[in-house]
């Protein structure tokens, strides 16, 4: 059973460029989580996802970013118009439920220059 | 407010001793998970236990306990004779049940170094 994929694992974009991140769940998990890793500081919560549903985005940036969970295929997170201060590394977790464990995918680097 | 402090940024020690990682949390909700996480060198997420606001027993994993104390809002990680594999970022977290949904909130991490 493969674990949660995210690709890219690293992804460079200069600064005003888009960033689409991607996230594949665990077979059978329906909820997607997406968490942002600043340098040197602790994950942070963005945004909870079902199929085709946003259930909670209360911390996603207002403007730049979007994600999306469609019916078919893997949840995107979107930054548009990427800036340094974006650089981060971004992990997805899904799970079966909102109170089951989250799994976690290893992550994707991103590097704005 | 939800909370997590992991209030030690950085342990070292050396290899077999044992070795304690604090977490102090706070939330208003009567049920609630706490988690711990390691993350390695190489970067990824490795999920080491969920306990539930209900169940205060302690728990012990091979060479890893948990102690679970509700009265002083605390749940703390040890490892006995830690090995240099132990070295990585741990990482507890809280999940509120009913009020935020399935987010987790994560302290800042404490990052364990073991030397041989």
């Known amino acids: 059973n493969a674990g949660v994929m995210q690709n890219p694992r690293h992804l460079v974009r200069r600064r005003g460029q888009e960033a689409r991140l991607r996230c594949s769940p665990m077979?059978?998990?329906?909820?997607v989580y997406w968490y942002r890793q600043l340098p040197e500081e602790g994950l942070k919560f963005m945004v909870y996802?079902?199929?085709?549903?946003?259930?909670?985005e209360s911390g996603m940036p207002k403007e730049r970013f979007s994600a999306e969970f469609p019916k078919e295929g893997p949840s995107i997170l979107r930054i548009q118009q990427v800036v340094r201060g974006d650089s981060a590394a971004y992990f997805c977790a899904s799970s079966q439920g909102s109170t089951a464990e989250q799994y976690f995918g290893p992550g994707t680097r991103l590097t704005v220059t | 407010a939800q909370k997590v402090t992991q209030a030690q940024t950085e342990i070292s020690v050396v290899e077999k001793e044992d070795v304690t990682l604090d977490c102090v949390y706070e939330?208003?909700?009567?049920?609630?998970?706490l988690f711990w996480y390691k993350q390695p060198p190489s970067g990824e997420l490795v999920f080491l236990i969920r306990?539930?606001?209900?169940?205060?027993q302690n728990e012990i994993s091979g060479r890893y306990s948990w102690n679970f104390q509700k009265s002083t809002s605390s749940f703390n990680f040890t490892i006995t004779a830690s090995q240099v594999v132990d070295s990585a970022v741990y990482f507890c977290a809280l999940r509120p049940l009913y009020n935020q949904g399935g987010k987790l909130i994560f302290g800042q991490g404490t990052e364990l170094s073991v030397k041989p």
């Open positions: 306990r539930n606001s209900f169940d205060e």
């Open positions: 939330t208003r909700d009567t049920t609630y998970y």
């Open positions: 077979k059978g998990h329906s909820h």
């Open positions: 996802l079902q199929k085709e549903n946003i259930i909670d």
